[in-house]
């Protein structure tokens, strides 16, 4: 059963933000699935549902902590439930990627992403699939912390909102078929 996390900053105060659009993924997902996150066990620090994409099983998850501490939970939901970090498909925003770009990829570096970063490090690995969602980059010199924790413009919402639910079908079709989500989300192998 592969493992699907989206990374966030649980947070209220950083609801809607740049940042948070990997939960808003898992959010998308869980909807279509007809459930809804609940609390995890002890000791996996985040909100979770097992449900079915198409025939298969599948592990969604969002860590309840700040993003640039995932990897510790991410570490225990995967062992928890045995999931190996080949089957693990991390779900994040990305300023390096063109506004409401989409790339799928295995392996590869953290690319300057917290989150990521702290996955890696807490698995020993970068062979875990990564699900690009592009918030572009700040505007003129603005500071790329402040940028990702900024909300999207009214403008820009409704083009968010079309990209997460194109990044719930690639996710979708990801479950299936790997090679064919890849084409689809302009990804490819390390």
């Given at each position: 059963?592969?493992?699907?996390?989206?990374?966030?900053?649980?947070?209220?105060?950083?609801?809607?933000?740049?940042?948070?659009?990997?939960?808003?993924?898992?959010?998308?997902?869980?909807?279509?699935?007809?459930?809804?996150?609940?609390?995890?066990?002890?000791?996996?620090?985040?909100?979770?549902?097992?449900?079915?994409?198409?025939?298969?099983?599948?592990?969604?998850?969002?860590?309840?902590?700040?993003?640039?501490?995932s990897g510790p939970p991410?570490?225990?939901?995967?062992?928890?439930?045995?999931?190996?970090?080949?089957?693990?498909?991390?779900?994040?925003?990305?300023?390096?990627?063109?506004?409401?770009?989409?790339?799928?990829?295995?392996?590869?570096?953290?690319?300057?992403?917290?989150?990521?970063?702290?996955?890696?490090?807490?698995?020993?690995?970068?062979?875990?699939?990564?699900?690009?969602?592009?918030?572009?980059?700040?505007?003129?010199?603005?500071?790329?912390?402040?940028?990702?924790?900024?909300?999207?413009?009214?403008?820009?919402?409704?083009?968010?909102?079309?990209?997460?639910?194109?990044?719930?079908?690639?996710?979708?079709?990801?479950?299936?078929?790997?090679?064919?989500?890849?084409?689809?989300?302009?990804?490819?192998?390390?």
């Amino acid at each position: 059963m592969p493992a699907i996390v989206g990374l966030h900053n649980p947070e209220p105060a950083y609801r809607g933000t740049r940042h948070n659009a990997g939960a808003e993924v898992i959010a998308a997902l869980v909807k279509r699935s007809g459930t809804r996150l609940g609390r995890g066990p002890r000791r996996v620090r985040c909100r979770v549902a097992q449900v079915r994409i198409g025939p298969d099983p599948a592990l969604l998850a969002v860590p309840t902590v700040s993003m640039n501490v995932s990897g510790p939970p991410v570490r225990g939901l995967i062992g928890y439930y045995k999931v190996a970090p080949e089957d693990l498909l991390v779900i994040h925003d990305d300023i390096d990627l063109p506004f409401g770009r989409l790339r799928l990829r295995s392996g590869h570096g953290h690319g300057g992403h917290n989150g990521v970063r702290s996955i890696a490090g807490s698995l020993g690995t970068t062979d875990f699939w990564r699900l690009k969602l592009g918030i572009g980059r700040p505007p003129g010199r603005m500071d790329p912390a402040d940028y990702v924790l900024s909300r999207f413009s009214a403008a820009e919402r409704e083009e968010v909102d079309h990209l997460v639910d194109d990044a719930a079908d690639v996710v979708e079709r990801f479950m299936t078929d790997p090679e064919r989500a890849m084409e689809l989300a302009g990804g490819r192998r390390p």
